[in-house]
């Protein structure tokens, strides 16, 4: 999947699952792979209503499980993340890393640690 020159503002978009500016969940299917570039989200409201689950939530995406998933130029700005009543200002949610998924943001790696 190719998402290039995606611009996201002045929404609200809301979800009882992840939720992001641009991708709710990045895959249950290890093969996939996920490549966003030179895109935007800005000015919007982007909230996760499951209880109990207060990390599927993010700017760019709510959740990253076994895609393959590389984020190049994207920015995001003036945003308002909520996942069940909380906060935050992630780029993701919540990083599950099943199955060989992982997280690459302008050619750094990023672990579950991060």
Avoid: M, P, W
Wanted: proline share 0%.
């Amino acid at each position: 999947i190719n998402i290039d020159g995606c611009s996201v503002n002045d929404c609200s978009i809301s979800s009882e699952g992840s939720v992001g500016g641009i991708v709710g969940h990045a895959s249950a299917n290890q093969n996939t792979t996920l490549n966003i570039s030179n895109s935007t989200v800005e000015n919007s409201s982007i909230t996760c209503t499951e209880e109990g689950s207060t990390e599927k939530a993010g700017n760019i995406i709510g959740t990253i499980n076994c895609a393959k998933t590389s984020i190049n130029n994207v920015s995001y700005k003036g945003n308002t993340v909520v996942s069940d009543g909380v906060s935050t200002t992630r780029y993701v949610g919540r990083l599950a890393f099943a199955n060989g998924g992982s997280l690459s943001i302008d050619g750094r790696n990023i672990t579950v640690a991060e």
